[in-house]
């Protein structure tokens, strides 16, 4: 997997008409307040929230309309995200902006891409295997200071959507399992699922033939 290196956060809030910016050094950044509860912790989750991860947010967050912009670097490639709800635009070095409407499915592939995160997960509906969001890659480097201490690995909300899905990441961040691994996986999904249209198939014609064979004359 590539590094991502935050670069700028901006904080957009349409009730309230107002914005803040926050810039990121190429090394080390201390967030520092004289109090609590003054919104150091979300900060750190806006980050994530803006690529489209689902951090744990307080009320003062989410009772406002807002938006956020995240600047980023991978590989001396420059991004901007900007996320409002689940709609996401997404700006590559000088290209046009790209939008996706949702988090899941053709910007979960791109962010992905981006960063080189080959992990597949099977859906649940359907048993396909599919990139999953943007969270399973932060999953390591994110630990959310509250529920952390009661359940590993629950750093981000609607994780549920695939099924065991903790052994399968745990092994790809640590190294178990290798891109190749998901390449073969992908392929045995992919044949099953043209076995499984095959056998539909064969049991239409079965039908088709003891219809045939129980209602038309033999003459």
């Given at each position: ?156 909300d609607n994780l549920g959507q695939y099924q065991k899905w903790k052994s399968t990441i745990i092994k790809y ?47």
């Amino acid at each position: 997997m590539r590094s991502l290196k935050f670069k700028r956060l901006l904080v957009l809030s349409n009730s309230t008409k107002s914005a803040n910016q926050f810039e990121f050094s190429q090394n080390l950044n201390l967030i520092t307040a004289i109090d609590n509860s003054v919104g150091k912790s979300t900060l750190l989750k806006l980050l994530l929230w803006g690529l489209g991860c689902e951090p744990e947010l307080d009320t003062s967050w989410t009772s406002q309309d807002c938006k956020t912009i995240v600047d980023f670097e991978v590989e001396d490639n420059f991004y901007r995200i900007q996320r409002y709800k689940n709609q996401i635009h997404l700006i590559e070095n000088n290209s046009p902006v790209q939008e996706f409407q949702k988090i899941t499915g053709e910007y979960s592939k791109k962010f992905a891409e981006i960063v080189e995160f080959k992990a597949l997960l099977p859906n649940q509906s359907t048993s396909i295997l599919e990139t999953p969001p943007p969270a399973y890659y932060f999953l390591p480097f994110y630990i959310d200071q509250k529920r952390s201490w009661a359940n590993a690995w629950d750093n981000f909300d609607n994780l549920g959507q695939y099924q065991k899905w903790k052994s399968t990441i745990i092994k790809y961040h640590v190294g178990l399992l290798t891109p190749e691994h998901f390449e073969i996986e992908s392929e045995k999904s992919d044949k099953k699922v043209t076995q499984k249209t095959i056998e539909t198939e064969v049991v239409k014609f079965d039908t088709a033939i003891e219809v045939v064979e129980s209602y038309i004359p033999q003459n």
